[in-house]
């Protein structure tokens, strides 16, 4: 099945809607919550989080016996919370970094996962079957109940996200500031830690416990790089992260063999990658621009105000120079004196050149800045 023929059947194949509607839905609520972890330096808290789930998982199908999903993602969620408290726990209560308590409560829970998920596995019984699908996701396993519960979350984090936007905001941008607000930064912080959990329990049967975490930061990598305003920031993630999901779902649809989870966190990457090069603030393409034009600007200001120290050596100052007493200087080129007339900073008439007036005033200024930075430094 091409993408085309995909998209041509998303509307009347049931699995093929109800799969591409889940990931678009949990791409936006990832790309919205990830960009507070992006902007609060958190981005490692998605990996730990969760690996932190999976021994919920299983521990979840040792007391039930059962591998429906609710108890399942229930058992996740109250581990990956767990996990996050113990994280904040080692941070506030010890002298290790938030790197070390990240790391350190990633290896265990994941270590006690994987111990768990083997003694499952070697158990007599047949129902422990398909447990490991939560290690890297399997989407084609969601039914319509799963996508009204992401479609629900979704809707319930927006809703917190625009009621308590000034409170989040804040706390954001400045901690200290927010509690001299009166503000209770704790509650808030516990808020935001708790969606950004909920959201990547969500994604455990689409993506996975391995890669869950890139689908929480790279929808929001991607939205930086375009703005500096917040709210568009946290519109474009949610933006990046739904079309992650329908072209992931649909590449991977289009092609034998290809797991649904891998392919959205690819699709992911390259937007993240193409944010990189080519957005207009922060982009690598334009910021290489940018070096060039300003580097052509200096060489012509130099060009120009060594023009004027030759010029102002003359009473008349529109007396006419050779172009060979440029000769010795590193700034002057062809190109340099053609750039320069176009600006109407100097005249050309055959080998000669002579400064304007606007060149004249362009040079004066030119020089009063060096002036003011020498005095400025000093």
């Known amino acids: 099945m091409?993408?085309?023929?995909?998209?041509?059947?998303?509307?009347?194949?049931?699995?093929?809607?109800?799969?591409?509607?889940?990931?678009?839905?949990?791409?936006?609520?990832?790309?919205?919550?990830?960009?507070f972890a992006v902007l609060?330096?958190?981005?490692?808290?998605?990996d730990a989080i969760s690996h932190a789930a999976l021994p919920g998982i299983a521990l979840a199908f040792l007391i039930t016996g059962a591998k429906d999903?609710?108890?399942?993602?229930?058992?996740?969620?109250?581990?990956?919370?767990?996990?996050?408290?113990w994280i904040r726990g080692i941070i506030t209560k010890t002298h290790l970094k938030t790197d070390t308590a990240l790391g350190l409560i990633l290896s265990l829970f994941f270590g006690f996962?994987?111990?768990?998920?083997?003694?499952?596995?070697?158990?007599?019984?047949?129902?422990?079957?398909?447990?490991?699908?939560?290690?890297?996701?399997?989407a084609a396993t969601l039914v319509e109940k799963d996508v009204w519960i992401m479609a629900i979350v979704t809707s319930i984090c927006l809703g917190i996200l625009l009621l308590f936007w000034k409170e989040f905001k804040i706390?954001?941008?400045?901690?200290?500031?927010?509690?001299?607000l009166g503000f209770n930064t704790r509650f808030i912080d516990i808020v935001i830690t708790f969606f950004?959990?909920?959201?990547?329990?969500?994604?455990?049967?689409?993506?996975?416990?391995?890669?869950?975490?890139?689908?929480?930061?790279?929808?929001?990598?991607?939205?930086?790089?375009?703005?500096?305003?917040?709210?568009?920031?946290?519109?474009?993630?949610?933006?990046?992260?739904?079309?992650?999901?329908?072209?992931?779902?649909?590449?991977?649809?289009?092609?034998?063999?290809?797991?649904?989870?891998?392919?959205?966190?690819?699709?992911?990457?390259?937007?993240?990658?193409?944010?990189?090069?080519?957005s207009p603030g922060r982009g690598i393409l334009f910021k290489q621009l940018r070096v060039r034009r300003n580097r052509r600007d200096l060489q012509l200001q130099k060009t120009l105000q060594f023009m004027h120290e030759i010029a102002s050596t003359h009473e008349d100052t529109t007396h006419p120079h050779a172009i060979k007493i440029l000769n010795n200087f590193q700034g002057f080129t062809?190109?340099?004196?053609?750039?320069?007339?176009?600006?109407?900073?100097i005249?050309?008439?055959?080998?000669?050149?002579?400064?304007?007036?606007?060149?004249?005033?362009?040079?004066?200024?030119?020089?009063?800045?060096?002036?003011?930075?020498?005095h400025t430094a000093n």
Request: net charge neutral; with cysteine.
């Open 196 to 278: 950004i959990v909920l959201a990547i329990v969500l994604g455990l049967q689409t993506v996975g416990v391995v890669l869950m975490s890139a689908m929480l930061l790279a929808p929001a990598a991607a939205a930086r790089q375009w703005t500096n305003k917040l709210s568009v920031m946290v519109f474009l993630a949610a933006i990046f992260g739904a079309f992650s999901g329908v072209f992931g779902t649909a590449i991977s649809a289009s092609q034998n063999n290809l797991s649904t989870g891998p392919v959205i966190v690819l699709v992911a990457a390259v937007f993240v990658i193409f944010s990189f090069i080519f």
């Open 334 to 345: 062809k190109k340099t004196l053609k750039k320069l007339e176009e600006r109407n900073w």
């Open 171 to 180: 706390l954001l941008f400045d901690a200290d500031y927010t509690k001299t």
């Open 347 to 374: 005249t050309l008439k055959g080998q000669n050149w002579s400064l304007t007036e606007q060149g004249f005033f362009e040079a004066e200024n030119l020089y009063n800045q060096q002036l003011n930075n020498e």
């Open 69 to 85: 999903t609710n108890v399942l993602l229930l058992g996740a969620l109250v581990s990956g919370l767990i996990g996050t408290f």
């Open 2 to 35: 091409s993408i085309t023929e995909y998209f041509e059947l998303l509307f009347t194949d049931y699995t093929l809607r109800t799969i591409t509607l889940g990931t678009a839905v949990l791409g936006a609520v990832c790309g919205m919550l990830g960009s």
């Open 40 to 46: 609060r330096k958190q981005s490692l808290l998605g």
């Open 113 to 138: 996962g994987m111990l768990l998920l083997t003694f499952i596995q070697k158990q007599p019984n047949a129902n422990q079957a398909g447990l490991d699908k939560y290690l890297f996701g399997q």
